[in-house]
């Protein structure tokens, strides 16, 4: 009955001390988040007059001037996330103007050092900053984190990064051949990841379905453009007799989104096509 | 007898630890989890997925039995969602209310020539209604055959490869669907269902359907459920889901692979519970074809719901999830509780649902009754109740600190520091009574479904701009 009793005892100081721990530490985020939130108040109050100037400089021929007061860390964090956020928001001449602000800011230079961080944290806050600033400086180093990580979501964020930091096509096929290797049949997202890029992904798309590794075929059939070019028709009739469900169902899509390809008085491909779309409507 | 008293009540000591313990495991998973939720949702650009083309299309159904209340709001926020290809699909489940008659004004439905396929047996079809200038909106009006009946109408007449569940007295955040669909889209082969998070919407300020600022409840009631949310959906889900030993996904929003849904044999009818059964089954289909598969949870995609706030409605509504989990663990529970070919499912989330979730009323409540007998016959022995009743508040409250704690790193939606203070004095008194009544009513559910009670009970829904109450 005493052992019993003691065992209890210590298990309920053991509780009361975890508890103690945790609600200390939910205080201090709390307290922490308010203290964040109106200090970002206040800098963006600050910023004020610089965020007008942005705005009536941006379509102007000159470059825009960084702040001439010195920036502390916070202050810096808060300009770059408007910054990131307007690049988001603008297209062309409007978002390079905006982009060289942030290198003339040393913003990329920063983020640069910060992508080679040993905090986890810190170096995805680089990866997402240097995608929005377009840094083809980063590439290597985004290169080398991708395939480093394991499976997760992570990887997806940073393979949004490489592409909007691509210059190449390389860029974009090596960073589709990393998250490839993971095979894991996520198609449709790295075709919205090859978007993303400013480089023209038709030629790649092109290379994919020419490819015998069926996960790129299956990219290209879904990133390929709507209007599709006639020399890759002979190639979408090769796919209809591939072993991949998948693969047959896209590229019968394809041929059948684009009638203009299909030859006239061919019954035989014609039922083919019916055939795998009969097939594919089960659910 | 002195004697068995005391041992049976040390049994029950035993048992609350272990069972809490336990909890803590997961809770420790969650923790574990919730550092990359919290990286992948701040650094994923839900708004630019939510206008691509390449994002899955899906059909939200929505059952809806005498809710002609919220149903309005509820379609109109789900009309309003951040998301390219979906279509929304109520499914009347022959209300005795004026359900039908008020989504036939409001959106100008007509009768639609679009047939449901018979994929699933579903109680008849009296018409679908459609109106062209809501493309996406579906109106099924069926006979009534309960909750399972109407999302196996609805998918039926779906579209899409992807099946969104939603109740119709619950609102979605705009961008709740895109976050979810997100986690399928990261492994589309291997997912087969993905909850999301369910909160509390009494206090909060609603408008066209969408929660404006996040409130607190005023009322008790629903203050005890808030908390009691956070403790399963935060400390429990995700860890959980970590491990893919996810049981349920909360029948108020989930996504499924409509495919696998239907191998799986579709919704069962005829009992609650289906949120958990489809679960269960959608598990079983996958480990005994021996198909890689994954149930995930995705914290961040939020639906709000209107908790019951009287004793009669919540009761009605525990009793029901009682008999719900009793039916499923005798239906399959004990036919896959430790053996080796169900996995973690097999040997540690069906054992525990049964040893823990199942039978805890019985052991916290006769081993609480063990001590309290021990004592009386020797009255110097209190101290032994006090340790016992000591040890299992401070465990439960380790659990909801815990929760707060993974809702303050990951969420924050309470903004206010008194917000905390207040959960916290929630989460203590909740031991003293409230977590009682939740024994009882479970016990009350298994004996009514004993009794073969199948009914859904009571439910009264509250508008969400407060002033009309009515009931199903």
């Not at chain 2, 059909?59 to 309005?72: F, K, M, Q």
């Not at chain 2, 009255?379 to 299992?392: E, G, K, M, Q």
Request: some cysteine; charged content about 20%.
């Amino acid at each position: 009955m005493i052992a019993y009793e003691s065992r209890v005892i210590g298990i309920i100081y053991t509780i009361a001390a975890i508890i103690l721990i945790c609600f200390v530490n939910i205080l201090f985020l709390k307290s922490r988040k308010i203290w964040m939130e109106k200090k970002i108040n206040k800098y963006l109050l600050k910023f004020q007059d610089y965020f007008t100037y942005i705005q009536a400089q941006i379509d102007s021929d000159d470059n825009l001037m960084a702040p001439q007061s010195p920036l502390n860390s916070l202050e810096r964090v808060v300009l770059q996330k408007k910054l990131i956020e307007w690049i988001h928001h603008f297209k062309g001449g409007h978002r390079e103007k905006l982009i060289k602000l942030c290198g003339d800011m040393e913003l990329i230079k920063l983020d640069l050092k910060y992508l080679h961080s040993p905090l986890p944290w810190r170096r995805l806050n680089a990866v997402y900053n240097l995608g929005a600033m377009r840094s083809n400086q980063a590439m290597p180093r985004l290169l080398k984190l991708l395939e480093a990580n394991k499976y997760d979501p992570i990887i997806f964020i940073i393979a949004r990064s490489i592409a909007k930091c691509a210059s190449t096509e390389d860029d974009l096929r090596e960073m589709v051949l990393l998250l490839v290797r993971h095979r894991k049949n996520v198609h449709h997202l790295i075709v919205d990841i090859i978007k993303e890029s400013e480089i023209d992904s038709t030629p790649l798309m092109m290379e994919f379905l020419m490819d015998d590794d069926y996960d790129l075929i299956k990219i290209a059939l879904v990133g390929m453009p709507v209007y599709m070019e006639s020399n890759i028709v002979p190639r979408l009739y090769r796919l209809l007799d591939f072993e991949d469900e998948e693969i047959r169902t896209k590229a019968t899509g394809m041929l059948n989104s684009n009638n203009r390809f299909l030859p006239p008085g061919n019954g035989g491909v014609q039922d083919e096509i019916e055939r795998v779309l009969l097939n594919n409507q089960a659910v | 007898m002195r004697d068995l008293l005391l041992g049976y009540g040390v049994f029950a000591t035993y048992y609350v630890i272990v069972i809490n313990t336990l909890y803590f495991t997961i809770m420790l998973f969650s923790f574990k989890k919730i550092f990359s939720i919290v990286k992948n949702s701040k650094f994923s650009r839900y708004k630019a997925l939510s206008g691509s083309e390449y994002v899955p299309s899906i059909s939200i159904l929505v059952p809806a039995y005498n809710e002609e209340l919220t149903i309005i709001e509820n379609v109109s926020s789900l009309l309003a969602l951040d998301y390219p290809k979906y279509e929304v699909i109520v499914i009347n489940d022959g209300s005795k209310d004026d359900t039908v008659n008020i989504l036939v004004n409001e959106f100008g439905l007509k009768p639609s020539q679009r047939v449901a396929r018979n994929i699933l047996e579903t109680e008849a079809i009296r018409a679908v209604y459609h109106n062209p200038k809501y493309p996406n909106l579906y109106l099924i009006d069926k006979n009534n055959g309960g909750k399972a009946d109407s999302l196996n109408a609805g998918i039926n007449l779906s579209n899409h490869p992807l099946i969104a569940s939603i109740d119709a007295d619950s609102l979605l955040e705009k961008d709740a669907l895109i976050r979810i669909v997100k986690v399928y889209m990261e492994n589309p082969e291997e997912t087969v269902a993905i909850g999301g998070n369910i909160r509390i919407a009494n206090g909060c300020e609603i408008q066209d359907g969408i929660v404006k600022k996040v409130h607190l409840p005023d009322t008790i009631l629903p203050m005890f459920q808030t908390v009691e949310y956070l403790k399963a959906f935060l400390g429990g889900r995700i860890g959980w889901s970590a491990i893919n030993g996810l049981i349920i996904v909360s029948g108020a929003f989930g996504v499924f692979r409509k495919d696998y849904v239907i191998k799986a044999g579709g919704y069962r009818g005829g009992y609650p519970g289906e949120d958990m059964n489809i679960i269960i089954k959608l598990h079983k289909y996958m480990l005994e074809n021996k198909l890689p598969y994954r149930i995930a949870y995705c914290p961040d995609a939020v639906c709000w719901t209107q908790a019951p706030d009287s004793l009669r409605i919540l009761g009605s509504q525990r009793r029901r999830w009682g008999r719900g989990n009793l039916k499923n663990m005798l239906e399959y529970g004990i036919h896959m509780a430790f053996r080796p070919k169900y996995k973690i499912m097999g040997f540690l989330t069906i054992p525990y649902n049964i040893i823990f979730e199942t039978l805890n009323p019985y052991f916290r409540f006769t081993g609480f009754l063990a001590l309290i007998g021990y004592v009386l016959t020797d009255l110097t022995n209190w101290h032994v109740l006090l340790l016992f009743s000591l040890l299992n508040i401070l465990y439960g409250i380790l659990l909801g600190v815990g929760a707060l704690l993974l809702e303050e790193i990951g969420f924050r939606r309470y903004p206010r520091i008194r917000d905390i203070f207040k959960m916290l004095f929630f989460i203590v008194i909740m031991f003293l009574g409230y977590q009682q009544l939740g024994v009882v009513w479970r016990f009350l559910g298994h004996i009514e479904f004993f009794r073969n009670n199948n009914t859904w009970g009571t439910m009264t829904r509250t508008s969400f701009n407060k002033d009309k109450k009515t009931t199903a």
